[in-house]
C-alpha cells in the first residue's frame, strides 16, 4: 500500500489558478505514517513545530496503470480526510541545505485518516467543503474548487510512474492556514457537514 502526497495544490479562494509546474508534485510516506480509529497522535520530541495539514483523501479500488485522465474517476470510489502531519522546523532545514525531507513528512503516524464515505454521496468531488478544528475552534478550511491539480489530473500523473493497488491512499493538497499542534489539543475534521476525524494530540 503507497501514500501518495501533493504539494502547492492549492490557491486562495477565487484567485487565479497558476500552475507552477506542469505536473502535480507530489511525494511518498511509508504505510507505517497511517494513524487509524482516531487513536490519539504522539508528538514527536524530534520536532518543535510539528503543524498540521487538512486534505481530502481517496482511496484506490482497482488496478492500475497510464490512466488517462478521462477514466481516472472509474479507479476511485470513496473519499475522506487525512491529515499530513510535518515537522515543519525539520522540513526548513532539509530544504535550506539541500537534503530529502522525507523525515519530516513520513515519519510514524503523520498521516491520520478516518473513515470514507462513496464518492457518490456527493454531487461533485471537485466542489467539496472541508474543515478542521482545533479545540472547537475552526483553523483550517478548504473547497475542493481551489485544487490547482485536480484529483483526475493527479492519478494520471502519478499512474505513468507507479503502479496503482487496491487500497492505495491519495492525500491531494492542503488550503492555507496551516499551523501547530500541542499535546492536549483536540482536532476534529469535516467533509461537508460529515465529521470524518475526531483525535487528541498526546
Not at 480509529?37 to 484506490?60: A, C, G, H, M, T
Not at 502531519?85 to 522525507?102: I, M
Not at 491520520?112 to 478544528?133: A, V, Y
Amino acid at each position: 500500500m503507497k501514500i501518495f502526497c501533493v504539494a502547492m495544490n492549492y490557491v486562495e479562494p477565487n484567485a487565479e489558478k497558476k500552475r507552477l509546474t506542469s505536473e502535480p508534485v507530489f511525494f511518498l510516506k511509508p504505510d507505517t505514517a497511517l494513524l487509524l480509529k482516531n487513536r490519539p497522535f504522539f508528538l514527536p520530541d524530534f520536532s518543535n513545530n510539528l503543524q498540521y495539514e487538512l486534505e481530502v483523501v481517496v482511496r484506490i479500488g482497482k488496478i492500475g496503470k497510464c490512466i488517462q485522465q478521462k477514466y481516472a474517476n472509474t479507479y476511485y470510489q470513496e473519499i475522506g480526510l487525512g491529515i499530513d502531519f510535518t515537522a515543519k522546523d525539520l522540513l526548513e532545514h532539509c530544504r535550506k541545505n539541500g537534503l530529502p525531507w522525507e523525515i519530516s513528512k513520513g515519519f510514524d503516524s503523520s498521516a491520520p485518516i478516518g473513515d470514507f464515505l462513496p464518492k457518490n454521496k456527493f454531487q461533485n468531488i471537485q466542489n467539496l467543503n472541508f474543515r478542521l478544528l482545533k479545540n472547537g475552534q475552526e483553523v483550517q478550511k478548504g473547497n475542493t474548487s481551489d485544487m490547482i491539480f485536480s484529483i483526475d489530473e493527479i492519478i494520471e500523473t502519478v499512474s505513468k510512474y507507479y503502479t496503482l493497488k487496491i487500497g492505495d491512499l491519495f492525500f491531494t493538497g492542503t488550503p492555507l492556514s496551516v499551523g501547530q499542534v500541542q499535546i492536549g489539543d483536540h482536532l476534529e475534521a469535516f467533509l461537508e457537514d460529515e465529521k470524518m476525524l475526531d483525535f487528541f494530540v498526546r
